[in-house]
């Protein structure tokens, strides 16, 4: 943003030497142990992975790095276009996120550490008005200064630096440029002019006043959320300031997600504080910034499952990949495993924005370094990698899916070393303790926790360890093994007879006995396509007592649609549903009350994947409807086999249960539409 301040002469002073080519110390490509728990695309080979991580960075290269001139000493300085166009503009952003790649793709590229140069020049040609030691947040092709003010974006000068020292690493400092030095510079430029002195969150830019309005310390937007950048920061500075900003940056995306967005775990583009005494953050206000959508997942928010996935690929940090992975997991069940699916800008409980509804490489990139940190989400993890691996799109979209696709490929490594190795005798993050060898049993275990009932390793005098000392999950809290066939729960409402079996819970995918039923009502599974994949259940003139519906609107009760079809004396789940207690849909809560009993509303086809329930209580003239729809549907492999029958149960949290039998032949029943009523 620019704002009428005197332009200030503070250019970053930095020796030039003569140029010279440096061999790389960590060429391309560098296949980087990730913390444990994370996973790389399986179904391409590593070869194959570093070859599409080259051919998208020639294809960016191509399209949207220009030389800029030379230096006055005839070395050539470059700058990365928002555009193909030759008249396309720069800003600090581009020119940070060049940086990162060069520096990254040394090694493929001959040229890369001239480019960094070269980028790196251009940089120090365009100071901010505000704080010389960062640079100005857009340029125009013609490097005319804009007469308002030519002040910093936070993100930008992040990079930047983030590149500094990747570039140090890579090249040391004995070339043109002292990389550490013009590091140390831009990261005290950061801190001082740009980290919020109470907050420590990252403001806007060098011309916000901390105390000021509407803009200040405590407004902040969420892809600032740069937490690899912020290690490597302390990492080479030694600044405890920094490890106050990777706790704030937390604290707010853990606000968010709690109070805001707990379904899907999405961060709007831009917060702001409750009030002027109360600082807990919120959702901006539209056009608190930039646009209408400046308190939804937008076009800045993408960056966020990026960012925080990376944080946790490289440094195991357990914060940023409980946060990464709730907005991947997500992602993935509203999509129903398909990333053509995803589109673009969102509401905080997923639901679409009006005229959103495209594929765009750069919401599936992003999603896609989240997907990394989950075991189960493999076969997602690949398909985000296939639907993004040749963008061809615009400079934003192409950029930050090449940058993805370097984290996603193993590519990605920090100069602030890698994640902790558990046996090297140094205790680090996400480890309590570490005794220089992976013995189990010795007082501390292999996976670098004291030797103890409850951290997931069996050892002298356990038969089992879940990772837990909680009772009636099949591993007891003494961690003994539970005899087989006892009770339990596994936690699928859809299953039943839940019992124990060599310590793990699991049950039958067979409906439930005891169900109320209702002499009329209507089912209705229609799957012409993702899109337009529909289920509609009523139950009516049963009965069902207001108790028994619990109080889902107060928090306490949750539901689940569970439709069966049975084939040959088995069953096979049709589609499973859920609509958890309380919780907000929007702005709005998802439950209400009303005089009958209670209503259920959610415009976003969720992973729990109910877009309405209807509740309503009678003696023979009770009322029950479900609907869900769309890409939140598993395929509903119709037409249903109805052997003996098609049954649908909805099961409250509290154990009340009412169901609706379908046996054949049913109204219709075909590869696309099944209709039936009870009977």
Same mark, same amino acid.
């Given at each position: ?64 790095? $220009?030389? &800029?001139? *030379?230096? @006055?000493?005839? =070395? ?7 555009? +193909?166009? /030759?008249?396309? %503009? ?91 030095? $013009?590091? &140390?510079? *831009?990261? @005290?430029?950061? =801190? ?7 907050? +420590?969150? /990252?403001?806007? %830019? ?91 997942? $937008? ?7 990026? =960012? ?9 940090? /357990? ?361």
């Amino acid at each position: 943003m620019a704002l009428h301040r005197p332009l200030l002469a503070g250019l970053l002073l930095l020796a030039a030497v003569p140029a010279r080519a440096t061999p790389p110390a960590r060429p391309f490509p560098q296949h980087v142990p990730q913390a444990p728990g994370t996973i790389l695309p399986d179904h391409r080979t590593q070869a194959e992975l570093d070859a599409d991580v080259r051919a998208l960075y020639d294809a960016w290269k191509s399209r949207y790095l $220009a030389q &800029a001139g *030379a230096d @006055a000493d005839g =070395r050539p300085r470059y700058r990365v276009r928002i555009a +193909r166009s /030759p008249s396309a %503009g720069t800003v600090s952003e581009a020119q940070g996120y060049g940086m990162l790649i060069a520096a990254l793709m040394a090694g493929h590229d001959p040229d890369a550490q001239t480019i960094f140069d070269g980028l790196l020049q251009y940089r120090n040609d365009h100071p901010s008005s505000v704080d010389g030691r960062l640079m100005d947040w857009s340029v125009p092709a013609s490097e005319a200064l804009d007469p308002t003010g030519n002040d910093s974006a936070f993100d930008g000068d992040a990079d930047i630096a983030l590149g500094l020292l990747l570039a140090a690493a890579q090249w040391g400092n004995d070339g043109r440029f002292d990389y550490a030095a $013009a590091a &140390a510079t *831009a990261i @005290a430029g950061i =801190r001082d002019a740009t980290i919020g002195p109470t907050s +420590r969150l /990252p403001m806007l %830019g060098d011309w916000v006043d901390p105390d000021g309005t509407p803009y200040s310390q405590w407004t902040t937007r969420t892809s600032d959320f740069m937490l690899e950048n912020f290690r490597a920061f302390a990492a080479a500075t030694g600044d405890p300031v920094w490890d106050g900003v990777i706790a704030a940056t937390q604290a707010a995306a853990a606000r968010v997600q709690t109070v805001y967005s707990p379904t899907t775990g999405l961060l709007p583009d831009f917060l702001e504080p409750l009030g002027a005494t109360d600082h807990r953050v919120r959702p901006a206000s539209p056009q608190f910034l930039e646009a209408a959508t400046d308190g939804d997942w $937008a076009y800045n928010a993408v960056r966020v499952p990026w =960012r925080l996935g990376l944080d946790a690929a490289l440094h195991g940090d /357990p914060v940023s990949r409980a946060q990464a992975r709730t907005m991947s997991l997500w992602a993935e069940g509203m999509a129903g495993g398909d990333p053509a699916r995803v589109f673009a800008v969102r509401r905080l409980d997923g639901s679409l924005r009006p005229g959103n509804a495209y594929f765009t490489t750069i919401f599936v990139a992003t999603l896609g370094v989240a997907a990394m940190l989950d075991a189960g989400q493999q076969a997602w993890l690949n398909a985000c990698w296939e639907a993004v691996r040749q963008s061809d799109e615009g400079y934003y979209e192409d950029t930050v899916t090449l940058l993805a696709l370097l984290a996603m490929s193993g590519n990605w490594w920090s100069p602030a070393g890698g994640a902790p190795v558990c046996g090297d005798g140094v205790v680090g993050m996400g480890e309590t303790c570490d005794d220089a060898n992976t013995t189990s049993g010795d007082g501390c275990d292999a996976n670098c926790t004291p030797t103890a009932c409850g951290n997931g390793v069996v050892t002298a005098g356990e038969t089992c360890d879940d990772g837990n000392t909680v009772a009636g999950d099949c591993c007891d809290a003494a961690c003994r093994l539970v005899a087989g066939g006892t009770p339990c729960d596994d936690g699928d409402p859809c299953t039943n007879d839940d019992a124990c079996a060599a310590g793990s819970c699991a049950g039958a995918l067979v409906p439930a006995t005891g169900c109320a039923a209702a002499p009329s009502g209507r089912l209705t599974l229609r799957d012409p396509s993702p899109a337009r994949r529909t289920l509609a259940w009523t139950w009516t003139r049963g009965t069902a007592s207001r108790d028994d519906f619990g109080d889902p609107a107060a928090g306490t009760t949750g539901y689940a649609l569970c439709v069966y079809d049975g084939t040959g004396g088995t069953s096979r789940l049709v589609a499973g549903a859920e609509a958890a207690a309380g919780g907000t849909c929007g702005s709005r809560p998802c439950w209400t009350a009303t005089p009958a009993g209670f209503r259920y509303r959610s415009t976003s086809p969720t992973l729990h994947g109910v877009g309405q329930i209807r509740l309503g209580a009678g003696t023979g003239t009770a009322t029950l409807k479900v609907t869900a729809r769309g890409g939140n549907l598993p395929p509903l492999g119709l037409p249903a086999a109805q052997q003996p029958a098609v049954t649908v149960q909805l099961k409250t949290s509290g154990g009340a249960c009412w169901e609706a039998r379908y046996t054949a032949p049913a109204l219709r029943n075909d590869g696309k539409t099944f209709v039936d009523t009870p009977g």
